[in-house]
């Protein structure tokens, strides 16, 4: 089956910054790659995805990358605010039997230093 | 609108008891999943629900089973809980596969 791996585990930046988190997925014929945010002790919620057809998507100070021949994609957040602090986490589902059984990658927590 | 309804929120078991977590959605979406959450393992999927009356088994399947009792309800049961078992679980729903989830706000489990 689909294997993400996620980097890194933990990520500090200082307002203001950029943040990159990287996932890297096993499975070629994977076609739809969302991005979760889950703030402490609540529940994940979906900030952007993108589908093999497309190279790279924008929603004001995210995006994501995909490149499929190197078989990896990205998160970009710019000018990074406090309030962008949580854990993030790639998915990734391929076409056939499995499609729609998203496989998560470990997470990253993200935080955003005043 | 209330989304995606879970109960319990918390439960505490012991070794051996069986226990039923309920999910229920309002957006009359097709598909439905059971995650569980470890910490560093990211979300694991236990059962996937495509449509009412079908269900498939994910990456953890192990000591659970699932009943998609109606369009709106899909149920996981733990028959005998054991330690290995303690997580947060959560539930989901999306239009079909492969689209947005929506979760639920998750159940607290622990077993002694």
């Known amino acids: 089956g689909e294997n993400v791996e996620q980097h890194p585990s933990t990520l500090s930046v200082q307002e203001g910054d950029s943040a990159v988190i990287k996932c890297t997925y096993s499975?070629?014929?994977?076609?739809?790659f969302p991005w979760y945010k889950q703030e402490l002790g609540k529940r994940p919620q979906l900030i952007i995805d993108?589908?093999?057809?497309?190279g790279e998507k924008k929603d004001q100070r995210i995006a994501v990358t995909l490149n499929k021949t190197a078989k990896h994609f990205s998160l970009h957040i710019t000018e990074t605010q406090p309030e962008d602090s949580a854990v993030y986490f790639c998915?990734?589902?391929?076409?056939?039997?499995?499609?729609?059984?998203?496989?998560f990658g470990q997470g990253t927590i993200l935080t955003v230093h005043p | 609108n209330a989304g995606v309804t879970q109960t319990p929120k918390f439960q505490v078991l012991k070794t051996g008891q069986s226990m039923t977590l309920q999910c229920a959605q309002d957006?009359?979406?097709?598909?439905m999943y059971w995650y569980r959450q470890d910490p560093g393992m990211g979300l694991r999927l236990i059962y996937y629900?495509?449509?009412?009356?079908?269900?498939d088994k994910g990456e953890v399947p192990n000591g659970y089973n699932v009943s998609r009792l109606n369009k709106r309800e899909f149920s996981l049961r733990l028959e005998s809980a054991a330690p290995s078992q303690t997580s947060v679980y959560f539930c989901?729903?999306?239009?079909?596969?492969?689209?947005?989830?929506?979760f639920g706000s998750g159940t607290q489990l622990s077993v002694l």
């Open positions: 629900s495509a449509s009412e009356g079908t269900t």
């Open positions: 993108i589908r093999s057809n497309v």
């Open positions: 998915a990734a589902t391929a076409p056939g039997a499995s499609y729609g059984k998203l496989t």
């Open positions: 499975d070629s014929a994977s076609n739809y």
């Open positions: 989901a729903s999306s239009i079909a596969g492969a689209e947005k989830l929506f």
């Open positions: 957006m009359n979406h097709n598909s």
